[in-house]
């Protein structure tokens, strides 16, 4: 106790200090432009679809079954119902900005030095801005409007480079598998 207190009196003495005084003041967040949109890309699905869907699950589930037994059944169930959820119950809307300190979503803030570079894409009907972070979970994904994109692009070329990231092993093997889903 006693010595936090005397950490405390003498962090105190040396903020005040006049040496301190002349280090670079921090610059004052400046919205540079805001946007707002839904939080997710999203299409509602049809009832061919699920069908597809709940068949080749049934099949793929029954040989899993049959190899491994219950649990990776009770896996594929749950990863078809948040699939469902997701292609039901409608994304809301939120504020994207971009400020002179990093992008930010409904006011929390990813700054500049975890984002490394930046392109537009297109996935459900939505344009999507997408950026290549350092830490995990490695992108982030901002839905824009297709009006917006030009003015985006040139303010985001100021702090970064625009150049597309290579497709990951998974982002090669969810369109392989997406190329067998129906397109509805």
Known sequence: MYNEFVMVEVQTKEADSPENSTEKKEVPEKD??????P????????RQFWITIVAIASI????????EGVMPVILI????FLFYVLSTVEPEETIYTVTNKGIKISEKLTDWQVLTRFWFTKRLD????????NVVPGRLELVVHSKDKDKIRDILTSYMKEEEAQPSNIDRTASWFSRFLPKG
């Open 60 to 67: 793929f589930g029954l040989i899993l079954f049959l190899a």
């Open 32 to 37: 540079v432009f805001s946007w707002r949109a």
């Open 126 to 133: 939505s344009d999507l801005l997408v950026f290549d972070m």
């Open 77 to 80: 169930i749950s990863l078809i």
């Open 39 to 46: 939080e997710r890309p999203f299409k509602r699905r049809d």
